[in-house]
């Protein structure tokens, strides 16, 4: 198998997954069928929380053990498995917390172990390009989902029925994840066995001492920005009388688009700055979209400026994670910085679920404002500080 079909297939293996999390924004709709509100949404998503910190800590321990491509191949059969629970589910039951266990247990495994594989493939300088493009084959299965289950909706289907389809759609995934084992370790740039991936106590002071710790901080914020907004779209748009499907097309296609043409953008001389400039963008979006009411036309803004943002964003902050590591602890940076990601996005849903039915959305999303400014603000002085030390 070439090096271009491996990555062709790698790639494609993440897309057909990622979409399992794309529809977490179908969430407090397909809970509304049957009688669950936002608050169980939340709580469902904290234990998904949970599970994604406890799996990320040990998932260096059991790739060390199956071998990374294979745990790889395994995460996306849990994932199959929870969406279908997701989907069979008529009531708040048990099931309901199997399904959120094996949902946290498979994303965790998918997301942090992916950047990983990527960079026994990729030289340091190409890290941006190519981290923006498993980030463009992600996003896609994010903003894609939420649509696909729209159009399902407008045919009559049930909103049951993407969580099927993506379960099949994961199925297959797993199937090219278990194929490109051997493929993978051919064409690594170095081919000594893989170094550890194991999580302890001290790799990760290691990591918190050095300067990958701001991206760490940062991600996390951002993921609770991007967990504000979109993760209960659905509810927002509903309530405005506008169409949450557009929201998500506008948005993937914005995301997508910019992050094709980062994939030729290295970062430039201050990516820090570059990041601050696109998270306060992020944060006017979200401001915009606090006054915008039901104006269908400020409402495809806030999609396009938001996915500027935070979209492209995104893959340069993990590149930056990556490069302000240590080089011995670059699989640990990443899956803490993983893990962080995981408790922003699962986790602040929580909070999220909470505001909107006992404080209201519009106090949700001042809080959102806020922190998408801190965030900026935070690359914003990282990348003067830097700016100082070359100059």
Not at 248 to 258: E, S
Not at 299 to 318: D, E, H, R
Request: hydrophobic share 55%.
């Amino acid at each position: 198998m070439s090096r271009a079909l491996t990555l062709t297939l790698f790639f494609t293996a993440v897309f057909l997954q990622s979409g399992a999390y794309g529809l977490t924004f179908m969430l407090p709709r397909l809970f509304d069928s049957f009688g669950a509100d936002e608050k169980v949404v939340g709580t469902m998503l904290l234990l998904t929380t949970i599970t994604t910190v406890i799996t990320v800590y040990f998932s260096g321990h059991l790739s060390d053990l199956l071998g990374r491509l294979r745990t790889l191949g395994v995460a996306c059969l849990a994932i199959a498995v929870s969406l279908f629970l997701f989907g069979s589910l008529n009531a708040v039951s048990v099931a309901l917390i199997y399904a959120s266990v094996l949902f946290g247990f498979g994303w965790a495994l998918t997301y942090s172990l992916s950047p990983i594989v990527l960079t026994r493939l990729v030289k340091p300088a190409e890290r941006v390009q190519f981290f923006a493009l498993l980030s463009i084959f992600v996003m896609a299965g994010f903003g894609l989902a939420p649509v696909l289950a729209y159009i399902l909706e407008t045919w009559g289907f049930s909103v049951r029925i993407p969580f099927f389809v993506t379960s099949v759609l994961c199925l297959i995934s797993s199937g090219l994840f278990f194929v490109l084992n051997t493929p993978i370790k051919i064409h690594a740039l170095n081919p000594a066995p893989e170094a550890s991936s194991r999580m302890t106590v001290a790799s990760i002071s290691e990591v918190l001492k050095s300067r990958a710790l701001l991206p760490v901080i940062m991600v996390f914020i951002g993921a609770s920005v991007y967990a504000g907004l979109n993760n209960f779209q659905t509810v927002f748009a509903d309530k405005r009388g506008l169409n949450y499907a557009s929201f998500f097309l506008i948005y993937t296609i914005t995301v997508v688009g910019f992050r094709l043409v980062l994939v030729k953008f290295r970062g430039g001389k201050s990516p820090y700055l570059v990041i601050s400039t696109l998270q306060f963008l992020m944060c006017g979006s979200v401001v915009l979209f606090i006054f915008s009411g039901d104006n269908s036309m400020l409402y495809n803004l806030v999609a396009i400026s938001f996915g500027l943002g935070y979209g492209v964003s995104y893959p340069i902050l993990v590149a930056m994670a990556a490069n302000d590591s240590e080089e011995h602890l670059e699989p640990q940076t990443l899956q803490l910085f993983a893990l962080s990601y995981f408790v922003g996005v699962f986790g602040f849903p929580l909070v999220a679920g909470w505001f909107i039915v006992d404080v209201g959305t519009t106090p949700l999303l001042v809080l959102v404002a806020v922190l998408a400014s801190v965030e900026a603000s935070m690359a914003l002085r990282r990348g003067f500080a830097v700016s100082r030390k070359q100059g």
